[in-house]
C-alpha cells in the first residue's frame, strides 16, 4: 500500500516513471515547459517530475503524477472497486465470488477513520508566498494552485465534498475558489448562503494519489470520496480534524484551512485551461486562509494543463473507463463509451451499442444526458457496435455513411453546460448536439433496404494471409 506522496515517487521512481529535476528552474512557467515537453515526448506514458531545486523556495515540486495510464491502472488494479465494477452482471444475476462479497462488505463500512490531529508533524506557514505555487501560462492572471483537495462539509448534513477546483492566489492570504456551479463545492457554498452561514474548508496540496484520483472520480454528490478511496486503497481513509475545518488525510503534505463567504465573489482568471484556451475570467468566490501548515519535509503537488494531451487526459480516461461498467449496468445495450481528450471530455461523447428496438439511440443519449458530469457532453454521437469508437478513421466513416442530417441530429437548446466551454452565449447553459449514427431499419420509418456493408469470407481472408507471408 502506498503511504503518502513521498512513497508514490519513490514507486514511480522504481518503474521509471520519475525524471528528478536537479538544477534550478522557475515556478514562473519554465516548470510547465519541462511538463509539457515530457508530455509531448509520450502521451497518455509520460513521466512524473520532480523539481527538486525550485527558485526562492525550499519545497520541491512534482508535476505529472498521473501522466502515465500504467501508473493509474496499476494504483487500481486488483483492487475490490475494480472486482466490483467489472462483475456488476454477476451482482445482477447473483453469482457473487467471495471477492465481490468481501467488496460489498468494505462498501457498507468504508467510513473513514478519524484520529486525533498530529500537527506536530507539521510547520505552521506564515503565508502562501511560502509555497512555491506556479504561474502555469504566460497570459495567466497570477498564481494557480492546480492539483488542491477542496474539501468542504454540507451545512445542511455535514456530508463530506472532495474536489479539485484551481485557486487562484489574490494576495499572500486570499485566494479565488473556482467551484464550477454543479460541483459538490459549489452546491455546499449554496446551502450555505441559505443558513446564512460561511463555508469552513480545508485545502491539501499532496496526499497519497488514490485521494487524489478519488478527488477527481465524478462522484455523486453525497458519496464521500474518502469513503470510495478506502474502498480502491483496501483500506480505511485515515483523516484527522483540526477544529472546525473539514477533516483532513493525515498523510496531507500541506494543509490550508480557511473559508469561503459564498455570496463574496471576485474575477477569477484567465487561466490557461485544458480546453487549449485561457479562461474567460468570472466571477466566483473567494477562499480566506486562516491557517497554513507543511509537513517538516513536504512535496507541494502540481497539475499542469492545457491543448491536449496533458495528465488531465489520462487521469479523465483511466476514470471514465474505470467507472464505464457501471454506466453499462444502467444501459445494457451499450457496447463501448468512449471520451476523446481532444474532445476536451465534457465537449464531445462518442457510444456504441448494439440496437434491439427503433428510438434505442436516442434512449441511450437521453439516459446519458440525465448522468451526472455526462450532462455536461456537448456533442454526442451513438454508432453501431461493428464501429470501432476509438478509431477516428473508422468513426468518420460511419458518420459520413449512416447520417441522414436532417433526420438523424438533434439540437436541444437551454441545456446545462460546461462552464469552461467558451462558445456558450452565456456561462453554463448551451445546446447540445445528438447525432444517431446508428443503421435505420424500417420500424424507424427507413424505407429502403439498408445496404450491406463489403467484406470478404473470414476463411479466406485468412487463406490469403498465410501465402502472403510466404510471397
Ligand atoms: C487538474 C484538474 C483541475 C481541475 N480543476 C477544476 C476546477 O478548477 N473547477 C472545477 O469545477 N473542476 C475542476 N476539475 C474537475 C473536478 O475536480 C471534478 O469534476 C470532480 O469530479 C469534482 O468533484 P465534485 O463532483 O465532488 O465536485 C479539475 C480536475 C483536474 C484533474
Known amino acids: 500500500m502506498i503511504k503518502d506522496l513521498a512513497d508514490y515517487l519513490n514507486y514511480l521512481n522504481s518503474r521509471g516513471r520519475l525524471r528528478k529535476v536537479s538544477g534550478a528552474v522557475s515556478p514562473e512557467l519554465e516548470i510547465t515547459a519541462y511538463t509539457d515537453r515530457a508530455d509531448r515526448e509520450r502521451p497518455y506514458d509520460s513521466k512524473a517530475l520532480l523539481f527538486q531545486n525550485v527558485e526562492g523556495y525550499d519545497i520541491p515540486v512534482a508535476t505529472n503524477l498521473f501522466g502515465s495510464v500504467s501508473s493509474l491502472n496499476e494504483l487500481f488494479e486488483n483492487t475490490y472497486a475494480r472486482e466490483m465494477l467489472s462483475n456488476l452482471n454477476a451482482i445482477k444475476t447473483q453469482r457473487m465470488r467471495p471477492s465481490i462479497i468481501k467488496g460489498g462488505k468494505m462498501l457498507m463500512d468504508a467510513k473513514p477513520k478519524l484520529v486525533e490531529p498530529q500537527l506536530s508533524r507539521y510547520r505552521k506557514l506564515g503565508s502562501l508566498d511560502e509555497l512555491p505555487i506556479l504561474k502555469v501560462w504566460p497570459k495567466d492572471a497570477g498564481k494557480f494552485i492546480t492539483l488542491p483537495l477542496v474539501i468542504t462539509e ?183 463509451i468512449y471520451l476523446p481528450p481532444e474532445g476536451i471530455f465534457t465537449n464531445m461523447c462518442f457510444v456504441s451499442i448494439k440496437k434491439r428496438f427503433p428510438g434505442e439511440a436516442k434512449k441511450v443519449m437521453f439516459s446519458l444526458l440525465g448522468l451526472g458530469q455526462l450532462s455536461f457532453t456537448k456533442m454526442m454521437v451513438v454508432f453501431d457496435d461493428d464501429i470501432n469508437i476509438r478509431n477516428i478513421r473508422n468513426v468518420i466513416w460511419a458518420l459520413a455513411t449512416r447520417v441522414e442530417p436532417q433526420r438523424d441530429v438533434q439540437i436541444i437548446t437551454n441545456a446545462t453546460a460546461d462552464s469552461l466551454d467558451h462558445t456558450t452565449n452565456v456561462p453554463a447553459l448551451g445546446s447540445k448536439m445528438l447525432i444517431d449514427a446508428t443503421r435505420k431499419t424500417k420500424e424507424e420509418g427507413y424505407t429502403r433496404e439498408w445496404p450491406e456493408t463489403i467484406a470478404l469470407p473470414d476463411e479466406l481472408v485468412k487463406s490469403v494471409e498465410k501465402k502472403w507471408q510466404n510471397l
Not at 496533458?310 to 451499450?334: V, Y
Open 154 to 336: 454540507s451545512p445542511k448534513d455535514g456530508t463530506p465534498n472532495i474536489g479539485i477546483y484551481r485557486m487562484q492566489v489574490f494576495d499572500s492570504l486570499t485566494t479565488g475558489m473556482h467551484w464550477q456551479a454543479q460541483k459538490g463545492g459549489a452546491i455546499h457554498a449554496k446551502e450555505a448562503i441559505d443558513a446564512k452561514k460561511n463555508l469552513n474548508v480545508s485545502v491539501v496540496v499532496g496526499t497519497d494519489p488514490i485521494n487524489i484520483v478519488s478527488a477527481v472520480a465524478p462522484l455523486p454528490v453525497g458519496f464521500n470520496e474518502f469513503s470510495f478511496s478506502g474502498i480502491v486503497r483496501g483500506a480505511k481513509t485515515v483523516l484527522m480534524k483540526n477544529g472546525k475545518y473539514p477533516a483532513v488525510p493525515a498523510n496531507a503534505e500541506i494543509i490550508i484551512n480557511g473559508h469561503v463567504d459564498p455570496n463574496e465573489k471576485r474575477v477569477e482568471g484567465p487561466f490557461g485551461d485544458h480546453t487549449g484556451y485561457y479562461s474567460i475570467p468570472e466571477e466566483y468566490p473567494v477562499f480566506h486562509v486562516d491557517a497554513i501548515y507543511a509537513k517538516k519535509n513536504p512535496v507541494y503537488a502540481a497539475s499542469v494543463v492545457g491543448y491536449p494531451w496533458h495528465e488531465d487526459a489520462a487521469i479523465g480516461q483511466f476514470l471514465f473507463d474505470f467507472l464505464k461498467p457501471l454506466i453499462k449496468s444502467m444501459n445494457e445495450s451499450i457496447v463501448d
